[in-house]
């Protein structure tokens, strides 16, 4: 049975669109025939695939995961399929392929829109018929592994342009779990972000991790996360391990490990939404006196508000820990600012 990769991300959310992935997968997993299932980078394709393994009456059989584009095509093919003794130059024992070792398992092809189209029609036929044949052998072997497809390609698209087998994909289809983008689910950020700054703060054997300061979640939030989950683990624990001071709330967020740290430019990059110099504002960001003491800060809280509400997608219970705040006292300040906000 293979193990989890040491990157891999967690089936952590409750965002409304995850919930109904994986209320699909549970749907799907009792049943034996193929599924595909499609995310982009880093969302946890690998890991929603097991899951569809280990919830179906296959548990306790082998589960044997492929990377397609790792393998050249006649080393996928002896892999898959298995070779005989003497089939080839090299091979001088019989090899059993990953067909035979899934045999009442499950079989996962991962990068499954890198093969090449000979190997798109031997597996055709293993998942039409469930026959196949190893490497230099005649004779025909069964088997009844389900096969789980795993890509971030658009495989409808790749079929179009005929760079993917039409008749394959339908086979492959029977089912296809999609995964969000964590762009999808924002509200999830803070909680795998606590996750993984706890689980570094572990492995770096520090007594507790302090969390994030509100700045800190504000921009999490706001990220476009192109690299999903494992882009968030990536940054969250770069971002712990680098802090210089361990006890306090992290507020620097390191997203570019390529950017030197003793650079000028600052761990938290100024985005275009971001707000830049405001107005009445001397270049070190210190208000030109005279100056409406009251006023400022109103306008100052309802910034803060109204970045915190389109950051949490006007989810205020998000919105207020983004501020370090009570839900109720969220609550209290948009009842004050009601009118200005309602301006913007």
């Given at each position: 049975?293979?193990?989890?990769?040491?990157?891999?991300v967690?089936?952590?959310?409750q965002?409304p669109?995850?919930?109904?992935?994986?209320?699909?997968?549970?749907?799907?997993?009792p049943?034996?025939?193929p599924?595909?299932?499609?995310?982009?980078?880093?969302?946890?394709?690998?890991?929603?695939?097991?899951?569809?393994?280990?919830l179906?009456?296959?548990?306790?059989?082998?589960?044997v995961?492929?990377?397609?584009a790792?393998?050249t095509?006649?080393?996928?093919?002896?892999?898959?399929?298995?070779?005989?003794?003497?089939?080839?130059?090299?091979?001088?024992?019989r090899?059993i392929g990953h067909?035979?070792?899934?045999?009442?398992?499950?079989?996962?092809?991962d990068?499954?829109?890198?093969?090449?189209?000979?190997?798109?029609?031997?597996?055709?036929?293993?998942?039409?018929?469930?026959?196949f044949r190893?490497?230099?052998?005649?004779?025909?072997?069964i088997?009844?592994?389900?096969?789980?497809g795993?890509?971030?390609e658009d495989?409808p698209?790749?079929?179009?342009?005929?760079?993917?087998?039409?008749?394959?994909?339908?086979r492959?289809a029977?089912?296809?779990?999609?995964i969000p983008?964590?762009?999808?689910?924002?509200?999830?950020?803070?909680?795998?972000?606590?996750?993984?700054?706890?689980?570094i703060?572990?492995?770096?054997?520090?007594?507790?991790?302090?969390g994030?300061?509100?700045?800190?979640?504000?921009?999490l939030?706001?990220h476009s996360?192109?690299?999903?989950?494992?882009?968030?683990?990536n940054a969250?624990?770069?971002s712990?391990?680098?802090?210089?001071?361990?006890e306090?709330?992290?507020?620097?967020?390191?997203?570019?490990?390529f950017?030197?740290?003793?650079?000028?430019?600052?761990a938290?990059p100024?985005?275009?939404?971001?707000?830049?110099?405001?107005?009445?504002?001397?270049?070190s960001?210190?208000?030109?006196?005279?100056?409406?003491?009251?006023?400022a800060?109103?306008?100052?809280e309802?910034g803060?508000?109204r970045?915190?509400l389109?950051?949490?997608?006007?989810?205020?219970r998000?919105t207020?820990?983004?501020?370090?705040?009570?839900?109720h006292?969220l609550?209290?300040?948009?009842?004050?600012?009601a009118?200005?906000?309602?301006?913007?």
């Open positions: 049975m293979s193990a989890e990769p040491r990157d891999a967690p089936i952590l959310g965002a669109a995850f919930m109904t992935m994986l209320e699909h997968v549970s749907q799907a997993a049943l034996s025939r599924v595909l299932v499609m995310g982009e980078r880093g969302t946890g394709k690998e890991l929603i695939a097991s899951r569809l393994h280990f179906s009456e296959r548990w306790d059989k082998p589960l995961k492929v990377n397609c790792a393998l095509e006649t080393l996928l093919d002896t892999e898959l399929f298995g070779h005989e003794a003497g089939a080839f130059t090299g091979a001088t024992r090899h067909f035979e070792n899934a045999a009442e398992g499950t079989l996962i092809l990068e499954l829109g890198t093969i090449s189209p000979r190997m798109q029609e031997k597996i055709l036929r293993v998942i039409e018929y469930g026959e190893r490497v230099g052998s005649s004779q025909t072997l088997t009844n592994a389900r096969v789980i795993v890509t971030n495989l698209e790749l079929a179009r342009r005929g760079e993917f087998r039409a008749d394959l994909l339908d492959l029977f089912d296809v779990i999609h983008p964590l762009r999808e689910r924002a509200e999830d950020i803070p909680a795998l972000a606590f996750h993984f700054g706890l689980s703060t572990s492995e770096l054997k520090r007594p507790y991790f302090s994030f300061s509100p700045e800190a979640q504000a921009v939030i706001r996360w192109p690299g999903n989950v494992r882009e968030l683990k969250v624990e770069r712990v391990y680098r802090t210089p001071d361990p306090a709330a992290l507020n620097d967020i390191v997203f570019d490990p950017t030197p740290p003793y650079a000028d430019s600052p938290l100024v985005t275009a939404d971001e707000p830049r110099e405001a107005s009445g504002s001397s270049a960001g210190t208000p030109r006196l005279p100056v409406d003491l009251k006023g800060v109103r306008e100052f309802c803060l508000i970045s915190a389109e950051s949490a997608q006007h989810n205020q998000v207020a820990e983004l501020l370090g705040l009570s839900y006292q609550r209290g300040l948009l009842r004050k600012y009118a200005t906000l309602d301006r913007a």
